[in-house]
């Protein structure tokens, strides 16, 4: 299979628009102190470092940790995120506070940190801090174990039917929203219309196993 090659002028162009926006990167509030002041202490981790918190094995190191005005800054740098994130994904943020406090050399204390996420939506470098109270830092880790939980579930259903078109939905639509599956997803046309399609399979199988009892009486 050939090679599928994209024209020089949109590779200069892509370039050019990556260029730009790590240029605006260094002009982030969050990111300041980093190129401004002298003698910062900072770290920065990839994300594949996992922590071992609460018996699971955890992926979610900050990009950049930065010691400003007494706190550990944790920053999370999204170079694409939706309009509207959703409240699951702000938890999911906390987590990097989590995965600081296991690591050594980090203080455990979560008066210790504060968040900060920088994230690119529509040619432009938003920024927003995230509070770190122990209500949210404790639903953080809930929706860790729901995920796990729901994963475990998910696995166990796909050895036992791996049709695709079998696999749980989103509970809303607003789930789907931004989703790069989508496409390739059962709920490509909506959720109603999936449900409905997942009905209509097991109904079938539901009378196909009635027909082969019929057969076998």
């Known amino acids: 299979m050939a090679a599928i090659e994209s024209p020089p002028t949109h590779i ?13 990167l260094e002009e982030t509030v969050g990111l300041r102190p980093l190129f401004t002041s002298r003698g910062a202490r900072w770290a920065y981790f990839e994300r594949w470092q996992s922590a071992q918190v609460a018996g699971v094995e955890l992926y979610a190191a900050p990009d950049v940790a930065i010691y400003h005005q ?39 204390d ?9 994230r690119w939506n529509r040619s432009r470098w938003l920024e927003h801090h995230l509070n770190t109270t122990s209500g949210l830092l404790k639903q953080a880790l809930s929706l860790v174990h729901h995920d796990r939980q729901e994963m475990q579930w998910l696995h166990r259903s796909t050895l036992a039917d791996p049709q695709l078109s ?52």
């Open 166 to 217: 079998s696999i749980p939905l989103a509970s809303d639509e607003r789930t789907c929203e931004g989703c790069h599956h989508r496409r390739g997803c059962p709920a490509k046309n909506g959720l109603a219309k999936a449900r409905r399609d997942q009905e209509q399979v097991l109904e079938s199988m539901i009378q196909s196993d009635e027909t082969k009892s019929a057969n076998t009486a």
């Open 70 to 108: 007494h706190k550990w800054v944790l920053v999370r740098i999204q170079f694409r995120s939706p309009t509207h994130p959703p409240f699951s994904q702000q938890l999911e943020h906390l987590l990097m506070v989590h995965w600081a406090m296991a690591q050594p050399g980090f203080p455990n």
């Open 12 to 24: 200069d162009m892509a370039v050019g628009q990556s260029n730009e926006q790590l240029r605006r």
């Open 110 to 118: 979560p008066e210790a940190y504060a968040i900060k996420v920088v």
